[in-house]
């Protein structure tokens, strides 16, 4: 069975824990709600905010604060693994 991952990008409070109970509830196959935090603590420390793993750079735009995530090489084969 191949992984398939719906990723639910907004802000705090938007509804992207009623959504994807809403996928839960109404599809056949069975998806896993695993918040963005949570997925992050399963790798291990050593890969957390590291340019191995995934790391976190924050920038600025109109005043707001921006975090972008990026992949390194250990995590562009998880990834590529789950068809990120």
């Known amino acids: 069975m191949t992984a398939r991952i719906v990723p ?3 802000v705090g409070s938007a509804g992207k824990s009623s ?3 809403a996928l839960q ?3 056949a196959e069975p998806f896993l709600h ?3 935090d949570a997925f992050l603590e399963m790798l291990p ?3 957390q905010d590291h ?3 995934f790391s976190f750079e924050t920038s600025w735009q109109d005043g707001k604060p921006s975090v972008a995530i990026k ?3 250990c995590a562009e084969r998880i990834k590529a693994k ?3």
């Open 8 to 10: 639910l990008n907004e």
């Open 19 to 21: 959504i994807a109970r």
């Open 25 to 27: 509830a109404t599809t």
């Open 34 to 36: 695993v918040p963005m």
């Open 45 to 47: 420390e050593a890969l």
């Open 51 to 53: 340019a191995q793993g």
């Open 71 to 73: 992949a390194g090489p």
């Open 82 to 84: 789950f068809q990120l």
